[in-house]
């Protein structure tokens, strides 16, 4: 059955006089995959920090688990600790290992047990293939392996919701693949996701809805074949040429 | 399209000689030269030392063994304090100095970056606190502690010795310095740090002492260490106070006995402290750099 789980109803963000956010209305279900797209700085970024509070908004709602996130008595750690969000830059913790970046989550901010979570963290890191690397720290290892960690980090804390900012954009072209595996991974086993991506193929093929975004203007939504194939606005049609 | 004089010269062999007077500094020369420079302003400055017109009476009144064994052990009978004893109060006071000024260091530092608004008051008298003691020449806030706050009359703080109020003013002083380092060595954590522990539900408290305080003691160790050696030689000003540590005895022999030998003892005393905290101090550095250089 389908269960809206986050709902963005006209959201305003301004950075000083810079209008980033004009009004954006988009929801999003449970096991849904919703890919954001635009050229950089159409403010999907900004979107996703929104959600995850990370940005305060000027105007608007956003609905989460029907729940406002406007209310000033709203928790913003306990929105984040069910909303995962993983950054372009990775942002492993250098100080410490594979291993350590997994379980900070659970056991800094759920308090639960060390020994109650290290088998999930071993089981995530196999995962990814990276189960014998779990010792290392992340400077030993490559982008794409780093991003997958960062990956799997915000998945150990079991986010309802997981938010990806162009997490493929930093990366070697040659490393690109191995994020993406793992992100259409996630998506068949049911991760609810908002994607903020280039990666028009990608979206394409795992997004269940693309929605395009030009100057803080959500121009159009719609499912990819609808978004890709057939375009209804100038604007996106003259992107996607652009990045074909 | 291309100037012909430029595409002429482009056919040329080109010569990677260096010129004559560059090639003697090339290579194995470069080593003789070195040497040679080396051998030509140490021998310098000593013969300017020895041969200068007063030279003898300045080794006599400076660097006397027997003046200089004098002050250093002191000599009770005739008054005489001891520059080595005095050292160790100098020790003493940079030990006690040292820790309160840590503590006080990031507390200020951590008052300073809050947001909370209820500790906006707080805010403000960290900044108007760093601002004054960063002002202040050391040697005032020496003397309107040690002769302010005794006349002051308030009970236990204005009675205490001279060597405690000395100790006060350099906990003040360093305090703000050391709270500016903390707060540097924080903020050059990137940002990115702070927005992954946050979007993992991490408190504020806790992506402080975790993620933040962790990664920003690496930056702040080497300029720490440097200013740990400064307040090494600022117990020195005690002596304003009349404290008896190792600069006040070097002068109250050379008041006594006319000869200024424990002056250069307390000298090469505070050498013998400073310089192997220098050392580790550069030794930590070169090592950052290192392993910034290795990681790009």
Redesign the interface.
């Known amino acids: 059955m389908s269960e809206v789980i986050l709902e963005l109803d006209s959201v305003v963000k301004r950075f000083g006089d810079n209008e980033v956010l004009r009004g954006i209305s988009l929801d999003l279900q449970r096991h849904e995959v919703v890919c954001l797209i635009g050229a950089s700085g159409s403010g999907k970024s900004t979107l996703l920090r929104c959600v995850n509070l990370l940005e305060t908004i000027d105007g608007g709602t956003i609905t989460l688990f029907g729940q406002s996130l406007t209310d000033v008595r709203i928790d913003p750690d306990k929105v984040r600790r069910h909303t995962g969000m993983v950054f372009q830059s990775f942002n492993l913790f250098p100080h410490l290992t594979v291993l350590e970046n997994v379980l900070v989550g659970p056991v800094r901010a759920l308090k639960r047990k060390r020994s109650d979570v290290l088998d999930e963290a071993l089981q995530l890191l196999e995962r990814i293939g990276l189960r014998d690397r779990s010792d290392e720290y992340p400077d030993r290892l490559s982008g794409g392996q780093q991003q997958r960690v960062a990956i799997v980090r915000s998945l150990a804390m079991r986010p309802a919701l997981l938010l990806l900012d162009e997490v493929t954009s930093a990366l070697d072209p040659s490393l690109v693949g191995e994020v993406l595996d793992l992100l259409r991974d996630l998506a068949h086993t049911g991760t609810t996701m908002l994607i903020a991506t280039h990666e028009m193929n990608f979206a394409r093929d795992v997004a269940q809805k693309v929605a395009y975004l030009d100057g803080g203007v959500l121009v159009e939504q719609g499912t990819p074949d609808e978004i890709f194939a057939n375009p209804q606005h100038e604007s996106t049609r003259l992107f996607l040429e652009r990045v074909r | 399209m291309v100037n012909e004089t430029d595409a002429k010269k482009s056919e040329e062999t080109p010569s990677f000689l260096a010129p004559r007077r560059k090639q003697l500094f090339l290579g194995r020369r470069a080593m003789v030269a070195s040497t040679a420079s080396t051998v030509l302003i140490i021998g310098g400055l000593v013969a300017v030392f020895l041969l200068a017109p007063g030279g003898a009476t300045v080794r006599h009144f400076f660097f006397n063994p027997h003046e200089m064994w004098q002050s250093l052990v002191g000599n009770h009978r005739d008054s005489l304090s001891s520059v080595g004893l005095g050292l160790l109060i100098n020790i003493r006071v940079f030990l006690v100095a040292e820790v309160f000024i840590l503590a006080f260091g990031l507390a200020i530092a951590w008052t300073r970056m809050s947001k909370s608004p209820v500790l906006l008051p707080f805010r403000i008298l960290a900044i108007v606190y760093s601002d004054i003691f960063r002002g202040i020449p050391v040697l005032l806030v020496f003397l309107l502690i040690g002769y302010g706050v005794p006349g002051l009359g308030i009970s236990f703080i204005s009675f205490q010795s001279q060597t405690v109020y000395g100790c006060v003013a350099l906990i003040l002083t360093y305090s703000a310095y050391v709270a500016e380092v903390f707060r540097a060595g924080i903020y050059s954590v990137?940002h990115?740090?702070l927005?992954?522990?946050?979007?993992?539900?991490?408190?504020n408290a806790?992506t402080m002492r975790?993620?933040i305080l962790?990664?920003a003691v690496r930056t702040v160790v080497p300029p720490l260490l440097n200013d740990f050696i400064s307040l090494q030689k600022d117990t020195a000003l005690l002596s304003v106070l009349g404290v008896v540590e190792a600069v006040q005895a070097g002068t109250i022999y050379q008041d006594l006995k006319f000869n200024s030998s424990g002056l250069v003892v307390a000298s090469l005393l505070f050498l013998a402290m400073t310089i192997p905290l220098t050392r580790v101090t550069d030794g930590l550095i070169a090592r950052d750099r290192n392993r910034r250089l290795a990681?790009t």
């Open positions: 990137p990115g740090q927005l992954a522990a946050r979007s993992l539900g991490l408190t806790t975790r993620v962790p990664q990681s």
